[in-house]
C-alpha cells in the first residue's frame, strides 16, 4: 500500500466566519496507510471567532480500518468539564456516536485513536474568551489486533468477571477493548470491583487506560474515570443506569499484567410481583403493568411469578387492554410466560402488539412472566389476572418416545374419534444424538381453525424455549402440515392443545429418528489467518455416493473481518437442475445461513472457486430422497483484502434518479474488486428502473470471472431474481416493483480487465408520505410520525399533514415527543416547518432541524393547522413523533371523515382518534362510502376501525371494523358523541375509509 506524506501545512484563512458550513469539513478522506497534512481550525493561529460551530468528518473507507488524530499546538480556552469552549471528538460519523472525549486547554499535542469507518469533530468556541484553536492530522491504518470487545455482558441479576487480554501475562500492544454491561434495568445496582490491576503509570493516563463510563457520551466525572498505574481502584457503585461501558486502551509501548473486575448485578425493579399466589378456585384482581394505562417507561423489566400451590393445578393468565410494540419476532416489548418457577422453565410464548383480550394457561404450581420494554418506541402495556383450577383431563403426556433410530406414531386423544375440550398433550421426541436426524410427516390433520391457531392447535418446538419459527411452527385447520425434517437437535418437543368449544377428530403423526452417533459430517470449526491454505477436505462419503436427506455444515473462520476467504471445489457431482433446488451446496458470507447468500452451486464441474469477504464463510451441503451423488471436495485459503472498499450501500432512498459507475470508469477496472451497491426505493410500493448506458466486461459462457450480478431479494440466486451479467451486451432494462431493495454486485478476478459500465437507476411512484385528512372535533387526537420512525426518514421527500378542527372557533396543537433532523443553522437541508393555517406555503410559524424538541405549538380559533416535512438526499436520522390535539367547543352537524391519506393508501403505525358531536344529537349515523382495510372480523388483530361512545381512550366500543366491506353500508348509534380509533400495524397497507356523519 503506498503512503502518501504531504509535508505542506494549510492554512484557512477565513477571519470572522461564524457559519457551520464555512469553517467545516466533511469530506476528509483515506484509506489504510494515508497520512493527511495538517489542517487548521477556523483561523489558526490567529484568534478564532466567537459562537463558531466547525464539523469535520473523516472517513477511513473501511469499517476495519483504525484513525489516529493527532491535535497539535492545541489553546483552547479552558473550562469545567470543557464546558465552554471545546473539541468533541466522536468515533463515528455525527455527535451520536460513542463520544471519545471533550477537550480544551493548552497542550503541545493530543493523540487520539478510533476503531471504524469514520471520526468526527465537533469545535465549539462561546461568547467570552477568544483563544487560537488547534491544528490537526489524521492518519489511517489497517486494525493490528483483533477485536477484543464483550458487549452483552449481564442482562439481569448475577456477577462474573472481566480481564484484560491474557491476563494474568502480559496485555499486547495495541489493544482496543470495549466491554458493557447490562443490568437489565435502570432500577437495578451495578458493582465493579477491581481485584487485580497492573497498567503503565501516567499522570493523565495517557498510554494504558481501562475507563469506565456510566453514560455513553459521558467525559467527566463522576460520570467517567479513568485508571492506570499499580493503585488498584476503588469499589466503584453505579446506580440510576441500566449499561455501563468500559473501554481497555493500550500504546504501543511498555506491556504490563492488566487487570481482572468482578461485576455484579444486583436488585429487582420495582414494577416486579414476585409473591402472587392462589389455589384451586382463585380467581385475582387486576393488576397493571408498570404505568398501565399510561405509557410505560423505556428499558423496563418487570417479573412476576404465579403460586399455583400444587404441581397437579392449571393456572390461566387473561389480559386485557393488551398494547406493545409490534414486532414479528416480539424481539422489542414483550411479554414472556413461563410454564414454571422462572425463566429457565418451558417458555410458552412471547406475544407483542396490539391484541384482544386473550388468555394463557399452564398447568404446575407455578408460572413466570418477563415484561422487557426497549428504547424505541412507547407503549401503554396491559392488565392481567390469573386464576387457579384442577386439572379437568388425565395427562395425555408421552416424554420418552425414541432414544435412537426408529419409528412410530403419535395420534391425538381418541384419534380417530374427536378429541377431547381442554386437552394439553405433551410430546418429546428424543433423538439419542444431535448427530442423528428427525423426521415428522403428519398422515391425518383435523383440527379446529383460526388464523393464529389461537383455539386449538399442534405446536413443533426444535428448542425447548422457541417461540417463533423456524424453531417453532404452529398448526391447527384441516391442511396436513408439509414433512418437517429436524437436524443438529437432540429433542424435538410437540405439544397438542384444545380450548372448551369445537372438537374434531385430530392428527395422526409418524415420527423417525435416522442416523449415527458420530455420523455428523459438519464441520464447523475450520479456521486459519492470512497467508493460510488448508488441505482439501471431502463431503460425507466422497468420492462414494453420498446418503439421501443429507445437511452437512462447514465454517470457516478467517480471524479478521478484513480478510478474503476463497474456496476451491473440485470433482463436484451433484444432482443438476437450474436453479439447484434439489440436492445443492449454498455458500453464504458470513457465519450462517442467514447471511448473505453468495449462490447454490449443482451438476458437474471439476473446479470451480467461489470468494467472500470478511470474517466467516458459511457452506450448506444438502441432498434430497431421490438421485445419488458422490458430492465434491473444497479447500480454503485466506488473504488479507488487496483492494479498499468501493461499496456504496445507501443509495436511493425515495424519487430520484442517479448513476452506479465500475471504479476508474470509463477507464479500466481494477482487478480483484468486489463491489456492493443497494438501492433503497424507501418503499416496496414504488419501482426501481435499472438502465445501463455502457458495458464492457470480460467474456464468460456464465460470467465465472468478472461479473455484475443484480438480485432483487438478498439470497435469490435464481431467474428472475437474481441476474448475473458480463461481456460486451448492454443487458436489457430491468424495471422491479414490489421490493424495497435491489442489490448489485460488481466482482473481478486477476486476469482482464475492461472499461466496465455505467448503470442509470431510477425510483419513481409509489405511496405519497402526506396525510391530509387528520382531527375532527374537540378531542381529536392521534400521532404523526416521520415515514419509517424510529428507523431513519427516506431522503428527498417532501410529506404534508393537515389537521382539521371542524370549526373556526376551535384550536389544534401540536406536541413533539422525539425529534431527530438533520443539523443546519438555518434548517436548509431536513426540516420540520408549522403553519398556522391549512396552507403550507403561508403562515409559517417556524422551520425547525437538529435534535432539540420544538416547543409545543397552539394556532387559536382555526380550523386547520398543517405542517411540512423536507428532506434532501444526503443524511438520514430517525425523524419525529408528535401528536396533534383538537380543543374548544364548537362541533360541527354533518361531515365527512377518512383515513389519513385518503384516496391513497394509509400508513403503518396509524393511531388517529376522530371525535363526532352534532350538536343536540341523541343519534348519530354513519354511512361509509369507501372501506378496505387488513384483517378479518372478529379478531381484526391488524388494522382496524374501532367505534367507542365519547372518548378513544375509555369509552364503551360500539362495533369495531376491518377488511373489505361492500360499500355504501351505514350504522346508527344512540349516542350524543361517538369516537373514531384508527390503529393499522406495521405490515399490510391498503386504501382505506371515508364516511359521512350526521345526527338523526
Known amino acids: 500500500m503506498k503512503q502518501f506524506i504531504f509535508s505542506a501545512f494549510i492554512f484557512l484563512l477565513l477571519t470572522g466566519i461564524k457559519d457551520a458550513s464555512a469553517c467545516s469539513m466533511l469530506g476528509l ?107 490537526l492530522q489524521f492518519t489511517v491504518s489497517a486494525s493490528a489486533t483483533p477485536s477484543c470487545d464483550q458487549l452483552s455482558i449481564g442482562g439481569g441479576p448475577g456477577t462474573g468477571f472481566i480481564t484484560s487480554p491474557n491476563y494474568p501475562s502480559n496485555y499486547p500492544h495495541q489493544a482496543d477493548c470495549r466491554y458493557r454491561i447490562n443490568a437489565g434495568s435502570a432500577t437495578r445496582t451495578i458493582t465493579l470491583t477491581f481485584t487485580a490491576f497492573n497498567l503503565e503509570s501516567h499522570p493523565d493516563c495517557k498510554f494504558d487506560f481501562v475507563e469506565v463510563r456510566t453514560q455513553l457520551n459521558a467525559h467527566c466525572a463522576p460520570n467517567v474515570k479513568k485508571y492506570c498505574g499499580s493503585t488498584v481502584p476503588t469499589t466503584q457503585t453505579i446506580t440510576g443506569q441500566q449499561y455501563a461501558y468500559i473501554q481497555f486502551f493500550t500504546d504501543s509501548s511498555v506491556t504490563r499484567p492488566g487487570f481482572r473486575m468482578e461485576w455484579t448485578v444486583s436488585g429487582d425493579p420495582s414494577c416486579s410481583i414476585l409473591d402472587l399466589a ?149 410430546y418429546r421426541i428424543n433423538a439419542g444424538s444431535t448427530s442423528r436426524t428427525i423426521t415428522l410427516r403428519f398422515t391425518a390433520f383435523n383440527l379446529e381453525s383460526h388464523s393464529s391457531c389461537r383455539y386449538d392447535f399442534v405446536e413443533v418446538r426444535t428448542t425447548a424455549n422457541a417461540h417463533c419459527a423456524p424453531n417453532a411452527r404452529k398448526y391447527c385447520g384441516t391442511t396436513v402440515p408439509a414433512t418437517q425434517t429436524i437436524t443438529g437437535q437432540r429433542y424435538v418437543y410437540i405439544q397438542f392443545f384444545t380450548d372448551s368449544s369445537v372438537t374434531r377428530s385430530g392428527f395422526r403423526l409418524q415420527w423417525t429418528v435416522s442416523g449415527q452417533v458420530g455420523g455428523s459430517c459438519n464441520m464447523l470449526g475450520l479456521t486459519g489467518g492470512a497467508g493460510y491454505s488448508s488441505p482439501y477436505y471431502s463431503a460425507s462419503t466422497h468420492p462414494s455416493n453420498n446418503p439421501h436427506n443429507l445437511n452437512c455444515y462447514y465454517r470457516i473462520n478467517a480471524q479478521s473481518s478484513s480478510n478474503v476467504i476463497k474456496v476451491d471445489f473440485r470433482r463436484m457431482q451433484i444432482e443438476n437442475h437450474s436453479c439447484c433446488n434439489f440436492d445443492y451446496v449454498a455458500v453464504y458470507e458470513g457465519y450462517s445461513t442467514s447471511s448473505r447468500l453468495i449462490g447454490k ?107 455484475v450480478e443484480v438480485r432483487t431479494q438478498l439470497n435469490a440466486h435464481c431467474a428472475p431474481n437474481a441476474r448475473k451479467y458480463c461481456g460486451t451486451t448492454v443487458p436489457a432494462t430491468q424495471t422491479i416493483t414490489g421490493q424495497q431493495y ?157 383515513s389519513p391519506s385518503f384516496p391513497l393508501n394509509y400508513h403503518n403505525n396509524a393511531d388517529n382518534c376522530y371525535v363526532i358531536c352534532p350538536p343536540g344529537a341523541r343519534r348519530i349515523r354513519l354511512r361509509f362510502t369507501t372501506f378496505i382495510l387488513e384483517g378479518s372480523e372478529p379478531n381484526c388483530s391488524y388494522d382496524s376501525l374501532t367505534i367507542k361512545r365519547s372518548f378513544c381512550t375509555s369509552g364503551t366500543q360500539l362495533d369495531k371494523f376491518c377488511g373489505t366491506k361492500r360499500t355504501p353500508f351505514t350504522r346508527t348509534y344512540t349516542a350524543t358523541k361517538l369516537a373514531l380509533k384508527f390503529k393499522t400495524d406495521r405490515s399490510v397497507v391498503k386504501k382505506g375509509f371515508s364516511l359521512f356523519f350526521s345526527r338523526v
Not at 477556523?42 to 477511513?60: G, K, M
Open 742 to 898: 435491489v442489490y448489485i454486485q460488481f466482482f473481478t478476478d486477476s486476469s482482464v480487465t475492461r472499461s466496465g459500465f455505467r448503470l442509470q437507476w431510477t425510483i419513481s411512484g409509489g405511496d405519497s408520505c402526506d396525510q391530509l385528512n387528520l382531527g375532527g372535533g374537540p378531542g381529536s387526537t392521534g400521532l404523526i410520525k416521520s415515514p419509517n420512525y424510529p428507523g431513519n426518514y427516506p431522503q428527498n421527500i417532501d410529506c404534508k399533514y393537515k389537521v382539521y378542527s371542524g370549526c373556526s372557533s376551535n384550536n389544534v396543537r401540536f406536541a413533539f415527543s422525539a425529534f431527530n433532523i438533520e443539523t443546519n443553522s438555518q434548517c436548509r437541508y431536513d426540516y420540520v416547518e408549522i403553519f398556522s393555517g391549512c396552507s403550507t406555503n403561508l403562515g409559517s410559524q417556524g422551520k425547525f432541524c437538529g435534535t432539540t424538541i420544538p416547543a409545543p405549538s397552539t394556532s387559536y380559533g382555526t380550523s386547520c393547522k398543517s405542517m411540512r416535512f423536507k428532506t434532501d438526499r444526503s443524511v438520514a436520522r430517525s425523524g419525529f413523533n408528535m401528536r396533534y390535539t383538537v380543543t374548544g367547543r364548537c362541533c360541527p352537524s354533518s361531515g365527512v371523515i377518512s
Open 601 to 707: 452451486y449443482c451438476g458437474t464441474n471439476s473446479s470451480f472457486s467461489v470468494q467472500g469477504r470478511g470474517r466467516y464463510m458459511y457452506m450448506h451441503y444438502h441432498t434430497d430422497s431421490s438421485r445419488y451423488s458422490t458430492g465434491f471436495q473444497f479447500r480454503f485459503s485466506v488473504s488479507a483484502s488487496a483492494t479498499p472498499s468501493c461499496d456504496q450501500l445507501s443509495i436511493g432512498g425515495g424519487p430520484g434518479t442517479g448513476y452506479i459507475t465500475s471504479p476508474n470508469y470509463p477507464s479500466n477496472y481494477p482487478h480483484k474488486a468486489d463491489c456492493r451497491y443497494r438501492i433503497n426505493a424507501g418503499s416496496a410500493s414504488r419501482t426501481i428502473t435499472l438502465r445501463f448506458t455502457a458495458f464492457n466486461l470480460e467474456s464468460h459462457s456464465y460470467c465465472r470471472y468478472d461479473f
Open 278 to 426: 392462589g389455589s384451586v378456585g382463585h380467581v385475582s384482581p387486576y393488576y397493571s403493568a408498570s404505568t398501565h394505562p399510561a405509557n410505560n417507561p423505556h428499558n423496563t423489566d418487570c417479573y412476576y411469578q404465579i403460586n399455583g400451590e400444587s404441581t397437579s393445578n392449571v393456572i390461566k393468565v387473561e389480559f386485557t387492554s393488551f398494547s406493545l410494540e409490534a414486532n414479528a419476532n416480539c424481539a422489542f416489548d414483550y411479554v414472556a410466560v413461563y410454564e414454571g418457577p422462572s425463566a429457565t422453565s418451558r417458555l410458552i410464548a412471547k406475544y407483542c402488539g396490539n391484541k384482544t383480550p386473550f388468555s394463557v394457561s399452564g398447568r404446575g404450581q407455578y408460572m413466570y412472566m418477563h415484561y422487557h420494554t426497549d428504547g424505541s418506541v412507547h407503549s401503554t402495556g396491559f392488565q392481567f389476572r390469573f386464576s387457579v383450577s384442577a386439572s379437568a383431563t388425565p395427562s395425555c403426556d408421552q416424554l420418552s418416545i425414541g432414544g435412537g433410530p426408529g419409528t412410530g406414531y403419535i395420534t391425538s386423544p381418541n384419534y380417530p374419534g374427536n378429541y377431547p375440550h381442554k386437552a394439553d398433550c405433551r
Open 29 to 135: 478522506t483515506g484509506g489504510a496507510g494515508y497520512s493527511s497534512p495538517f489542517i487548521s481550525a477556523s483561523t489558526h493561529p490567529n484568534n478564532n471567532p466567537h459562537n463558531l460551530n466547525c464539523y469535520y468528518r473523516i472517513n477511513a473507507q473501511s469499517s476495519s480500518n483504525v484513525i489516529k488524530v493527532n491535535f497539535r499546538n492545541v489553546n483552547v480556552e479552558v473550562g469545567s468539564c470543557c464546558n465552554t469552549d471545546y473539541f468533541a471528538v466522536y468515533e463515528g460519523s455525527s455527535a451520536t456516536s460513542r463520544l471519545i472525549g471533550k477537550y480544551c486547554g493548552q497542550h503541545s499535542s493530543i493523540v487520539l485513536q478510533g476503531r471504524g469507518q469514520y471520526m468526527y469533530i465537533h469545535y465549539h468556541t462561546d461568547g467570552s474568551v477568544y483563544s487560537t484553536g488547534f491544528e
